[in-house]
């Protein structure tokens, strides 16, 4: 009786361990940069439709989710992210699963960028435009305009105005950055961003803290992605989004990454997202998204801003991705140094510009232009040229280093010229400052409020 009773135990408790197996399979785990508002209609309705199936969501910031993939810090099944410089990475890195397409009903290219990875190792599931969150009460008490363009976010009407991420920590802020570039240019691009960088408030630690600083007030305007501009627990209207005329329209991308433990999971869980009722859940005001399909827009024109009803869209320039992927840590090694990390500094030094730019206006002195213009010059110089930043395959081994943690001794190297190379451009722009402002001489230095500078 006694052995009858364990021989019956045994076989349940092996029963036990394979269900709890088989559940523990069911499991499928993504890794994403989306904010629970916008995850919680999904993992709802997933669930109704596959209740064997859990989804477990896990936030991190894409660059830290790009670090932990690439590093083999952190497994997941799905990786699902807004900036596709971050699916190209991980894409040239051996991370991404080839995928099967799905019919979506999308077009093959928007603004010249394809919908899906032409090698489909990621899908295209919603748009993202990427242009200002502002504070309209912010900005109409302190009678400022919207800016129009990136680069009207230079004038120096908006000084201590605006609220940046660093494209370090930001996913969402370093593809911005590397627009500027494409779209400017390498050296026009650099001069852009450290004149944004004389006018700002602050620098916050993630690009939510934008949107966020903006609606409270702790400054007015700051770049964002559309679906960040509203953030949770702010009155209406506390905060407006606008795309700017150089504006980016490019996909919000899945993908499955190569070492997924649940490979079926996740290929359902793709299919649910880029179906029509996953797709329509973009169009809940909690998630606030524009759908990839055109099918699921309301045919009576209902929702403002149906991307696919405006022929601007398709005609916006392309944006290089795999461009920014090679290049992506060389960006962010460039902009902390330059920005991130001497933001007081700029902010003093292009105050004094403006006022010796306004002396100017004034009164004719060629020595003086001259000083003022070797200042400008400095301070809008990167540290590369733009020859420099298109050789590559130096970039390539670039890497993401974790506080604490020893740089590697080629890129440490690599950082030590950047920085010499900004201190450089720094000291000598802090010379012809002072050497203007002697020059100038005191009486017009009170009139135009220069401030002073150190050689």
Same mark, same amino acid.
């Given at each position: 009786?006694? @052995?009858?009773?364990?021989?019956?135990?045994?076989?349940? =408790?092996?029963?036990?361990?394979?269900?709890?197996?088989?559940?523990?399979? *069911?499991?499928?785990?993504?890794?994403?940069?989306? %904010?629970?508002?916008?995850?919680?209609?999904?993992?709802?309705?997933?669930?109704?439709?596959?209740?064997?199936?859990?989804?477990?969501?896990?936030?991190?910031?894409?660059?830290?989710?790009?670090?932990?993939?690439?590093?083999?810090?952190?497994?997941?099944?799905?990786?699902?992210?807004?900036?596709?410089?971050?699916? *190209?990475? $991980?894409?040239?890195?051996?991370? $991404? &699963?080839?995928?099967?397409?799905?019919?979506?009903?999308?077009?093959?290219?928007?603004?010249?960028?394809?919908?899906?990875?032409?090698? =489909?190792?990621?899908?295209?599931?919603?748009?993202? +435009?990427?242009?200002?969150?502002?504070?309209?009460?912010?900005?109409?008490?302190?009678?400022?305009?919207?800016?129009?363009?990136?680069?009207?976010?230079?004038?120096?009407?908006?000084?201590?105005?605006?609220?940046?991420?660093?494209?370090?920590?930001?996913?969402?802020?370093?593809?911005?950055?590397?627009?500027?570039?494409?779209?400017?240019?390498?050296?026009?691009?650099?001069?852009?961003?450290?004149?944004?960088?004389?006018?700002?408030?602050?620098?916050?630690?993630?690009?939510? +803290?934008?949107?966020?600083?903006?609606?409270?007030?702790?400054?007015?305007?700051?770049?964002?992605?559309?679906?960040?501009?509203?953030?949770?627990?702010?009155?209406?209207?506390?905060?407006?989004? &606008?795309? %700017?005329?150089?504006?980016?329209?490019?996909?919000?991308?899945?993908?499955?990454?190569?070492?997924?433990?649940? !490979?079926?999971?996740?290929?359902?869980?793709?299919?649910?997202?880029?179906?029509?009722?996953?797709?329509?859940?973009?169009?809940?005001?909690?998630?606030?998204?524009?759908?990839?399909?055109?099918?699921?827009?309301?045919?009576?024109?209902?929702?403002?801003?149906?991307?696919?009803?405006?022929?601007?869209?398709?005609?916006?320039?392309?944006?290089?991705?795999?461009?920014?992927?090679?290049?992506?840590?060389?960006?962010?090694?460039?902009?902390?140094?330059?920005?991130?990390?001497? @933001?007081? *500094?700029?902010?003093?030094?292009?105050?004094?510009?403006?006022?010796?730019?306004?002396? $100017?206006?004034?009164?004719?002195?060629?020595?003086?232009?001259?000083?003022?213009?070797?200042?400008?010059?400095?301070?809008?110089?990167?540290? $590369?040229?733009?020859?420099?930043?298109?050789?590559?395959?130096?970039?390539?081994?670039?890497? !993401?280093?974790?506080?604490?943690?020893?740089?590697?001794?080629?890129?440490?190297?690599?950082?030590?010229?950047?920085? &010499?190379?900004?201190?450089?451009?720094?000291?000598?722009?802090?010379?012809?400052?002072?050497?203007?402002?002697?020059?100038?001489?005191?009486?017009?230095?009170?009139?135009?409020?220069?401030? &002073?500078? !150190?050689?």
């Amino acid at each position: 009786m006694l @052995r009858t009773f364990f021989i019956c135990l045994a076989t349940l =408790l092996a029963h036990a361990t394979l269900i709890g197996t088989a559940v523990a399979a *069911e499991k499928v785990r993504v890794l994403t940069s989306f %904010p629970p508002q916008f995850l919680e209609p999904f993992q709802k309705e997933f669930r109704k439709r596959h209740p064997a199936v859990a989804i477990e969501f896990v936030q991190r910031k894409t660059t830290t989710a790009l670090a932990d993939i690439v590093g083999d810090r952190h497994k997941a099944d799905i990786f699902w992210a807004s900036a596709p410089d971050a699916f *190209e990475i $991980l894409k040239r890195a051996g991370r $991404l &699963a080839a995928l099967k397409p799905r019919s979506t009903g999308a077009p093959d290219l928007i603004a010249g960028y394809p919908v899906n990875d032409p090698d =489909l190792t990621y899908l295209g599931f919603a748009l993202s +435009g990427y242009g200002f969150v502002y504070n309209p009460n912010y900005l109409k008490e302190r009678g400022l305009p919207v800016p129009r363009g990136w680069s009207d976010l230079a004038a120096p009407i908006y000084a201590g105005h605006i609220g940046i991420s660093s494209p370090s920590r930001s996913g969402t802020m370093h593809l911005m950055v590397e627009a500027i570039l494409q779209v400017y240019g390498w050296d026009r691009g650099w001069g852009i961003w450290s004149e944004i960088s004389g006018n700002l408030a602050t620098v916050t630690a993630r690009s939510f +803290g934008v949107s966020a600083g903006v609606a409270r007030g702790r400054f007015g305007i700051g770049p964002s992605i559309d679906f960040l501009a509203k953030p949770e627990g702010m009155p209406e209207g506390a905060t407006r989004f &606008a795309l %700017p005329e150089e504006t980016l329209f490019v996909p919000a991308s899945i993908a499955i990454l190569t070492d997924a433990a649940n !490979r079926d999971g996740a290929e359902r869980f793709v299919d649910f997202v880029l179906s029509r009722e996953g797709q329509a859940l973009l169009l809940d005001p909690a998630v606030a998204r524009l759908p990839i399909s055109p099918a699921v827009y309301p045919v009576d024109g209902a929702t403002d801003g149906n991307p696919f009803q405006h022929d601007s869209l398709f005609a916006r320039g392309l944006f290089d991705a795999g461009l920014s992927a090679a290049r992506y840590e060389l960006v962010n090694i460039i902009f902390d140094e330059m920005v991130t990390f001497r @933001r007081s *500094e700029l902010g003093r030094m292009w105050r004094s510009v403006r006022a010796l730019e306004v002396a $100017l206006s004034e009164r004719s002195d060629m020595g003086l232009a001259k000083l003022v213009s070797d200042a400008r010059g400095a301070l809008t110089r990167p540290p $590369l040229s733009g020859a420099e930043a298109m050789e590559l395959e130096r970039w390539r081994g670039l890497v !993401r280093v974790r506080r604490g943690l020893p740089t590697p001794e080629p890129q440490a190297r690599l950082e030590a010229h950047i920085k &010499a190379r900004i201190e450089e451009n720094m000291q000598q722009a802090a010379r012809a400052l002072a050497d203007a402002a002697a020059r100038l001489g005191r009486a017009a230095l009170d009139t135009h409020g220069l401030e &002073a500078v !150190r050689p």
